[in-house]
């Protein structure tokens, strides 16, 4: 994305960034003084496009918000390239996140170490327990975080459907279907192979077929949480002003099993 943005502002004939950038009746655009030493050097009285080779109906006008942008992108790159990747920097902050079996939905096995979790066929904790998901096959992480940065990292495999984030501590363990950021939640989720992020208005993001691991970075003081495609290297998508008044939990919740399979895991 941050490439992408670099190429947006960039004049095709000097490949710098535009200087009091003109945009042409055919709607390509460029530097003010690369379009005028084109139009000089042209070989007839025909104002014609660099790229497309259009005759232009006029001369071509400033267009002072492209300026702005360009100058806020020359300005602001470096940050922004690294807000958009998994950066070193983030790395300092990566947490010993583990699963909390007493929070786990009766259906779903968890591995002797806590850090994968997969949806059974078969009821494996029958007992009543009110920290327990009873609707959902979710299952909570430990610690819970109410200050600081954290990251963690999910390996999603080659699942189909899943979601995973934050929650908070006291968010009801019984229900059914409102994992929205109003009842707590702040998520994303894969569905019918697309990835939807629980924001208002929900957003539907393309998965990157390369998709199997995903970072989760949690800045509890910004109150911003963002999503990053590891193998990829790419950010997804960022949750912002999240209601932290109380402390926030990792949240799992693994593919649920098919006709002939259990699911694909989640491992952290």
Not at 72 to 90: A, G, M, R, T, Y
Not at 111 to 116: F, K
């Amino acid at each position: 994305m941050a490439r992408s943005l670099q190429a947006e502002a960039t004049c095709p004939v000097c490949l710098d960034f535009f200087s009091y950038p003109v945009s042409l009746s055919c709607g390509h655009t460029f530097c003010s003084r690369c379009i005028k030493k084109w139009m000089r050097e042209g070989e007839n009285l025909r104002m014609l496009c660099p790229l497309c080779r259009e005759e232009i109906d006029a001369p071509p006008s400033r267009e002072r918000q492209i300026r702005h942008l360009t100058l806020l992108i020359q300005q602001h790159f470096p940050l922004l390239q690294q807000s958009l990747h998994v950066s070193d920097e983030l790395l300092r902050f990566r947490e010993d996140v583990t699963l909390d079996a007493a929070t786990a939905n009766p259906l779903l096995v968890l591995s002797d170490d806590l850090r994968s979790v997969r949806c059974g066929k078969v009821c494996h904790s029958p007992l009543d327990d009110p920290r327990r998901f009873t609707h959902l096959a979710c299952v909570l992480g430990t610690p819970s975080f109410s200050a600081g940065r954290h990251y963690w990292e999910v390996e999603v495999g080659e699942g189909k459907e899943w979601a995973l984030g934050v929650c908070r501590e006291s968010v009801d363990r019984g229900t059914k279907s409102d994992l929205s950021p109003e009842q707590g939640f702040w998520l994303i989720s894969m569905r019918a192979g697309a990835i939807h992020a629980n924001s208002i208005p929900e957003q539907r993001i393309p998965a990157s077929s390369g998709l199997h691991r995903v970072a989760v970075f949690l800045d509890v003081e910004l109150e911003e949480m963002k999503f990053f495609d590891v193998g990829n290297d790419a950010l997804i998508c960022i949750h912002s002003s999240l209601s932290i008044v109380e402390p926030l939990r990792p949240f799992f919740c693994p593919e649920l099993p098919g006709e002939g399979d259990f699911g694909a895991p989640l491992t952290i």
